[in-house]
């Protein structure tokens, strides 16, 4: 069903974690959309036109890893945006295809969302929400 949100697909194999960033992400306002590995998020992406970012996990069990799969929708899909994380390894953004963050676990939920905005380019859509900060601050 399309909400006419921007789309976010979240690839996290924990589902406790995976639950957290969806929640978060439609928090945020964004629809959220969840993978439990690189294959069933390339199945989403192979079926869905409209996501806009992957928010992936780095280590994954499966046919590949979070890094591999931020190259592979990078070379497939190069419009869609690419947010990663991992609490085991730490991996430099250059390794990531350009453009892409990431983030070590635990990560803060502001730190995510204000990233999720600046990959987009859509400023302030939180703002409601509470997860960006106004100029002074005040929140």
């Known amino acids: 069903m399309l909400s ?3 789309v976010i697909l979240v690839v996290e194999d924990h589902s406790i974690i995976r639950m957290c960033a969806v929640e978060l992400i439609k928090e945020a306002g964004f629809e959220a959309l969840e993978a439990r590995c690189a294959d069933e998020a390339i ?6 036109m409209d996501v806009k970012l992957v928010f992936t996990d780095v280590e994954m069990p499966g046919t590949m890893d979070g890094l591999k799969l ?3 929708i990078r070379n497939r ?3 869609i945006k690419i947010l990663a994380a991992s609490g085991r390894t730490i991996i430099h953004e250059n ?3 350009e453009g ?3 983030f070590a676990k635990p990560y803060e939920d502001r730190s995510i969302v204000a990233a999720i905005i600046d990959l ?7 703002a409601a929400s509470g997860f960006v900060e106004d100029e002074e601050g005040a929140g």
Do not use: D, M
């Open 4 to 6: 006419g949100k921007t």
């Open 43 to 48: 199945s989403i992406l192979e079926s869905r």
């Open 70 to 72: 931020a190259h592979y």
């Open 77 to 79: 899909w190069p419009p």
């Open 95 to 97: 390794q990531f295809p």
């Open 100 to 102: 892409a963050r990431f």
């Open 120 to 126: 987009l380019g859509v400023p302030n859509i939180c």
